[in-house]
């Protein structure tokens, strides 16, 4: 009951930001004004904001971008025994390759012990940037694939470099500042030592390590990230130290995506198109969350019957409903920050988090990679029904033809084929045996969630995988590279066809898309198309553990 | 070509340009505002002090070692996969049908149920399983209740003084309904220890 109040109190403080927020964004994409910080930065960096750009051009932009972030970002990780806050901590190639993409990606998976790995500069100046950008560029590309929706008989879809500025500077970056306050108001630490010395009152010694952490825990959530800056990621205490903080940063890692559905409506000039899909999305997250609660919540498998309760993997001051929610939330927003370790869950709730991530990003789904998924999704349903009714599709008043749908499907399938393949090519190899923490289904569940995670830039992990050879470093590396670039190809392609067709009048025979009828085709299309394709490697993991 | 390679040169400045302000102002602009009275000791640790010694975090779960087990004055914290060690922290990522855990689990389950003179049975969930930050600060009132009278044996002191100071540490949730009821084991014990005989 205590629970259910905790959802209750999450989703009123969710609706009473959707407007504000969704509108703020709207405004901040849409309005040709530059402020004068913006002006000087474009000035420094030589670029013309009033210059729209082809989609191309905008791809290049992101895939320069994405590039240069990764060299950078490499480069700061080798070079950290030169930079400063470095506490002799190094990082070795392999983990520097992974850690680069992973954080450029949104991903965030870690492969690394931040305490013993990272210092606090490369922390700061690499990972932290990489938070804020890997977001914006999120939401850039989506709000790219709304322009191809609302615009008509033209090739430019926007400025990337200025979509990129703004979603940083006007979106992300106030609202990180405040909630690092915040966070840092309920115990949340943000230090620049390493670590300080204490004797315990048994009169032993230790040291308990520091981090800047309030700074990186809230734009880690509201960037939909989820790298922890200490090894035990949102469940250490000094970066989710009680309840309260930990029901803040699951609104944090929510209320972006939630948002851009009104976003979404107020620029497609129809708010209930926004709706509609947020009703998509906040059915499926409930429906996950149900499951993964109810798993959780009763003794399922050997080990919680034999202690009373699921409480392995579990922190106190959350109990099984705080991390229950955030387990749903982590995985449906591709975040992939973890109160609670889903290694340890039941089969039932540990394949609960495995299939929110399969659904593709869309429950609700990262910050922008959201709503461009279910967008994309909804352009795939829109053409079953047409098929249906043997009419060529529309959605949004725009045809969907040949290319169109090739982009959509492109989109959806990159991640399907990156989990399947790299899942059962890491399992015929040799050396993957030694790698799993758990004997039985549970160790393909472990291989399954690492490649589902990767495709998906989610980041988090089955963690007892040990993911520091070679084969896992460089694959799960380029399933991160190829989950995010592959689907962002195809969505800006998609919008520089969609915005150089003409507007197609509403007519009676045109399927509405803001009713129940089309909030259930969407729905059943996002879950016909995860069963279809990843049924089988769900029963052979978490199903049969769950059965068991 | 040229497109891509004019735009990643464009994305190398914006990068530079943001790493400034988001790698750089931003964190150094928290770190600032968080010096202010009232958040600069949340945001150093929330670290304890008796006597001008550090004995630990409010955050932290550190288990003490007594230094006779048949003597036992210490409320202890959950188990921890990273023996307790604040300068790291994680889980031990067992599954929930590990058949080599499971007989840990029930090892633990023995020796807690020995230490505190109970059946097996009464040995709450969070006492046998291993947190998820090898670092939780917090036992469920159940499992404080079971420690308390070998802790109020060990220290001399009635078990009702005792019961009471669990009760002082405790943490209700939030407006009734946010988070799950905790004990803080590192201020229970120090109250404990505060209140024996032995106090200084």
Known sequence: ?548 | MKTLLAQTAAGLRVLVVLTVLLGVVYPLGVWLVDRLPGLQANAEGSLVSVNGTTVGSDLMGIDPKAANPGHDPWFHTRPSAVNGDPSTSGASNKAADNPDYIKVMQQRKTTIAAREGVDPAQVPPDAVTASASGLDADISPAYAALQAPRVARANGLPLARVLALVEANTTGRGLGFVGEPRVDVLMLNLAVRAAGPGAH
């Open chain 1, 1 to 548: 009951m205590a629970g259910l109040l905790q959802v209750l109190l999450l989703l009123a403080a969710l609706a009473v930001c959707w407007k504000p927020l969704g509108d703020h964004m709207a405004r901040v994409y849409t309005t040709p004004k530059h402020s004068r910080f913006e002006k000087a930065v474009y000035r420094a960096v030589r670029v013309d904001p009033d210059a729209e750009q082809r989609w191309p051009v905008y791809a290049a932009g992101v895939v320069g971008f994405s590039f240069v972030s990764i060299v950078l970002l490499y480069l700061l990780q080798r070079l950290q025994p030169l930079l400063p806050w470095n506490f002799g901590r190094t990082v070795n190639p392999s983990v520097a390759f992974n850690t680069a993409i992973s954080f450029v990606t949104n991903t965030n998976w870690q492969s690394y012990v931040p305490e013993t790995t990272m210092g606090h500069f490369v922390q700061m100046a690499g990972l932290t940037v990489q938070n804020f950008v890997s977001a914006a560029v999120g939401m850039a590309v989506a709000i790219a694939l709304i322009r191809g929706f609302i615009r008509s008989k033209t090739d430019r879809l926007g400025n990337f470099w200025v979509d990129l500025v703004r979603g940083s500077v006007r979106i992300l970056l106030p609202i990180a500042f405040v909630f690092a306050i915040v966070l840092t108001a309920l115990g949340v630490v943000m230090s620049l030592k390493s670590g300080v010395a204490v004797t315990n009152p048994d009169g032993s010694h230790g040291t308990i390590a520091l981090a800047p952490a309030a700074s990186q825990e809230a734009i880690k959530e509201l960037g939909t990230n989820g790298g922890g800056i200490f090894n035990a990621n949102s469940a250490h205490p000094f970066e989710n130290p009680n309840a309260w903080s930990n029901l803040i940063e699951i609104f944090l890692l929510l209320v972006i995506p939630v948002s851009l559905t009104r976003t979404f409506g107020v620029m497609v000039g129809n708010k209930k198109q926004g709706g509609v899909l947020l009703g998509v999305m906040g059915v499926l997250w409930g429906g996950m969350l149900a499951v993964i609660w109810w798993a959780e919540a009763h003794p399922n498998g050997p080990l919680a019957k034999l202690a009373g309760a699921a409480m392995e993997g579990k922190e106190v001051r959350f109990g099984i409903p705080g991390s229950a929610l955030f387990a749903d939330s982590t995985t449906g927003t591709s975040t992939g920050a973890v109160n609670a370790m889903h290694d340890s869950f039941s089969g039932l709730g540990g394949g609960g988090a495995i299939l929110n991530m399969l659904f593709g990003e869309m429950t609700p789904g990262g910050a922008g990679t959201g709503i461009y998924s279910i967008l994309v999704m909804a352009i795939i349903a829109m053409f079953l029904a047409g098929l249906m009714v043997g009419r060529t599709p529309e959605y949004l008043g725009k045809k969907l033809g040949k290319r169109e749908v090739t982009c959509a499907s492109i989109a959806i399938l990159a991640m399907p084929l990156l989990v399947l393949l790299g899942t059962g090519a890491a399992l015929l190899l040799p050396g993957t045996g030694a790698a799993l923490n758990n004997p039985g289904a549970h160790g393909f569940s472990e291989v399954l969630y690492a490649y589902t995670s990767a495709s998906n830039n989610n980041g988090s992990a089955f963690a007892g995988l040990t993911v520091t050879n070679g084969w896992f470093q460089s694959t799960l590396g380029l399933c991160m590279l190829f989950g995010r670039l592959v689907p962002i190809l195809a969505v800006l392609c998609l919008a520089g066809s969609l915005a150089s067709q003409r507007k197609v009048p509403e007519t009676v025979g045109t399927l509405p898309t803001t009713g129940p009828l089309f909030a259930t085709m969407l729905t059943g299309t996002i879950l016909l198309v995860a069963a279809l394709t990843f049924v089988p490697a769900l029963a052979l993991g978490p199903i049969t553990e769950a059965l068991a």
